[in-house]
């Protein structure tokens, strides 16, 4: 990986990969793709076998004597170089990386960014986030600024592949804690430009033609085989050499070029460049440097003026031209004014390892000068299109046919009409996880298509696929047709939404039907609470009656009790004197005027206590009188709604119109095997060379004290 393999490169070019992030989830007649067959790789780059419609890529002689050629898919190829960063990681942490935010180009499609998620998956990283180049390097400027003024600042990344120029506009907000405010920076994203085919490999490429036709029109190359054509190996020299002759001639002005054993066993020397000679074959690309820039401003809706700070990362800014023409157009007086307060090789690593230090539960970013707002937007509109599943289309189409058949003898009966509705989802510039609702009434189900909208301003090659996500929304239809079908057709709202990666998700699919819940009638209402009263009074006029019945039997009992008492008197008083007859006649007489009054008083006493029951229950009617006018008075009650809801399932499709698949489930667990196994032979080759070097080492010690002793040794004779 990395150094390593750029050495091996020159030895063995046909064993060694580059690029491999140009060809995530394109085609091989991307542009892209189709560029590297030109610029001398040694590689093969075919299609998918599995139907995905991506570019795959053979390797030959790397595999064991068995199978030579190992055949890559691009999301394998990433996946290790991803597997090398992480065992990178793992050594200077000293623990287990598992979470990750990993970068892409500004010009990533859906479809790429995918491509890439896929790949570190497979590397065992789970990826918090995607973020792109340029802002993770505006990011990592914004670490320690906090700006109270607006301060617009234009990134410029020439890379080896490609150049993107993205322009931010930073501000602070101010937000209470406590009893103190504490002042945190923020950027925004205003514009992008990019060019996918111009970076510091373009450059090399010149200087490879250059040296080439050198090489070809020295006098010892007359009737030989041109070098292109010769070996791959000597055009791996070639390009190895360029990257060295660019460089060089980024601080000096002319470079001395020689090539030992370049092709058959011939050296290239006597040949020099100048800079204004690399300049003058270079110009084409260097017409080019600054479109990027003016799209991004335009895009931004600002001009050179209004840009406070250029910074300059990448490789490919160090070629003194490229400065020069940044300089000629924002109208500074030198190279030095360009920013370079960044690490051009660090920065976007370091801004996208802040954006995962604050994403992941692990880290704690607490200071304010560490707090650094982000607000990043879209490059390329989006579209979206409903339409019904073609499946039920054509199940009614033919009930309607058969219908209209049975009634109409030799008929033309025509097919239902399919359902369809284009939306336009999220416009150029949108802010990432922005939301957008979508509704619609409609009772059956239909599938989803999410789309590139076509923009002047944000081209796309007609090799890429506009079509990137494919739903069928399921149970639709048979929640319309259920028992809540009498409601109507049901209402369907579905929510979008820009996920961190800048890619267009379902976040909510829902259908709902209103019932609307009547009251009761008032003259109801009234006659109910008329028979409850009637009862009411009936049980009340039941209980008087009991109560006087009650109160005669006591008065009864006492009556005859008393007479009793009389008769069992008179008894013991037969044996006295007649004397005493008229006391007695006197004594009978008063006690019946007592009994005579005693019962008098018991019927006064019940009276009185019927009297003051019927006083208390009209009493009681009175006041329930009172309360049931308020009732009479009460207002009426108002409709009740009832929402039924039924979360709709999503199901994924990838239909003809996608032009590149992304890698299943089988296919990704496939390739984790796969790179488990490599990664084992790579560690028992590397043990087995480490053995032989330490075998080697050995045996080259042993020489050199058998030289060192040669005398001490020839002293010594075998004895037969």
């Keep these: 990986f990395g150094g390593d393999a750029k050495t091996l490169a020159s030895r063995r070019p046909k064993q060694a990969i580059a690029f491999a992030p140009r060809l995530l989830g394109r085609s091989p007649s991307h542009p892209a793709v189709a560029g590297l067959k030109k610029q001398y790789l040694p590689f093969q780059i075919s299609e998918d076998a599995t139907g995905r419609g991506t570019a795959n890529l053979t390797v030959v002689g790397g595999g064991p004597a068995d199978a030579p050629d190992v055949s890559l898919s691009p999301e394998e190829a990433m996946a290790m170089v991803l597997t ?9 942490s000293g623990g287990r990386v598992r979470d990750a935010v990993l970068t892409v180009p500004s010009f990533f499609t859906v479809a790429e960014r995918d491509a890439m998620r896929d790949a570190a998956e497979i590397a065992g990283l789970k990826v918090l986030s995607l973020i792109e180049e340029n802002t993770a390097a505006a990011l990592q400027y914004g670490i320690s600024r906090i700006f109270n003024e607006t301060h617009t600042l234009l990134v410029f990344n020439m890379g080896a592949s490609s150049t993107q120029v993205s322009v931010f506009e930073f501000t602070s907000y101010t937000v209470k804690k406590g009893s103190k405010n504490q002042t945190f920076g923020q950027f925004k994203t205003l514009g992008k430009g990019w060019d996918e085919s ?9 200087l490879v033609e250059f040296m080439a036709d050198a090489f070809d029109a020295m006098k010892q190359r007359k009737g030989k085989t041109p070098v292109r054509e010769a070996s791959d190996r000597s055009m791996a020299k070639l390009r190895k050499a360029a990257d060295k002759v660019k460089k060089v001639l980024s601080a000096n002005k002319q470079y001395p070029i020689t090539i030992e054993s370049l092709c058959d066993d011939m050296d290239f020397r006597g040949t020099s460049i100048t800079r204004d000679k690399f300049e003058e074959m270079s110009e084409d690309l260097f017409n080019r440097v600054l479109g990027p820039v003016e799209r991004a401003l335009e895009m931004a809706n600002r001009t050179a003026a209004d840009i406070d700070q250029i910074e300059i990362v990448g490789g490919g800014v160090r070629i003194p031209k490229v400065q020069a023409l940044l300089v000629e157009m924002f109208g500074l007086k030198s190279a030095s004014e360009l920013g370079v307060h960044l690490n051009g090789d660090e920065a976007m690593a370091l801004g996208a390892a802040f954006r995962a230090a604050n994403m992941s539960k692990a880290f704690r970013v607490g200071r304010a000068e560490r707090s650094v707002g982000m607000v990043e937007t879209t490059a390329h509109p989006v579209g979206l299109r409903l339409e019904e599943i073609a499946a039920e289309v054509a199940d009614e189409a033919e009930a309607e046919v058969a219908d209209e058949a049975e009634a109409v003898e030799g008929g033309d009966p025509k097919a239902k009409k399919k ?4 939306v336009s989802l ?4 949108s802010e990432l996880l922005k939301k957008k609702k979508i509704k619609l009434t409609h009772d059956h189900d239909f599938q989803v ?17 506009k079509v990137f996500r494919e739903f069928n929304v399921t149970g639709l239809r048979k929640f319309a047709t259920g028992d809540k079908k009498h409601l109507g057709t049901p209402a369907v709202e579905l929510v979008f939404q820009l996920n961190d990666d800048g890619v267009p998700v ?4 829902e259908a709902k039907l209103e019932e609307i819940i009547m009251p009761k009638e008032e003259e109801e209402e009234a006659k109910e ?4 009263e009637e009862t009411k009074e009936d049980d009340e006029a039941k209980e008087d009656g009991e109560a006087k019945e009650e109160a005669k039997e006591e008065a009864k009992e006492d009556g005859e009790a008393k007479e009793e008492a009389k008769e069992d008197g008179e008894a013991e008083e037969d044996g006295e004197a007649e004397e005493d007859g008229e006391a007695d006649k006197t004594e009978e007489k008063a006690e019946e005027e007592s009994e005579e009054k005693t019962d008098e008083k018991t019927d006064e006493k019940t009276d009185e206590k019927t009297d003051e029951k019927t006083d208390e229950k009209s009493e009681e009617a009175d006041d329930n009188e009172v309360k049931e006018e308020p009732k009479k008075k009460k207002k009426p009650a108002k409709p009740k709604k009832r929402i039924h809801r039924v979360q709709l399932k999503l199901v994924p499709l990838a239909s003809a119109s996608q032009t590149t698949r992304r890698i299943s489930r089988n296919e990704r667990s496939t390739a984790i095997r796969r790179l488990k196994e490599m990664d084992a032979a790579d560690e028992l080759r590397q043990q087995r060379d480490a053995e032989k070097n330490s075998l080697e080492s050995f045996v080259f010690e042993m020489r050199g004290q058998v030289r060192d002793n040669e005398e001490e040794l020839s002293k010594v004779s075998a004895v037969s």
Excluded: C, Q
């Design 419 to 422: 359902w369809s509705k284009r």
């Design 426 to 429: 999220f416009s150029r510039k």
């Design 84 to 92: 090398h960063a992480k065992s990178n990681a793992d050594r200077f």
């Design 529 to 532: 609470e008329e028979a409850k």
């Design 449 to 465: 298509t999410l789309k590139y909208d076509s923009h002047s301003k944000a081209p796309l090659d007609d090799s890429v696929s």
């Design 506 to 509: 379902i976040t909510k699919a």
């Design 198 to 206: 111009l970076g510091g490999f373009a450059f090399d490429l010149k």
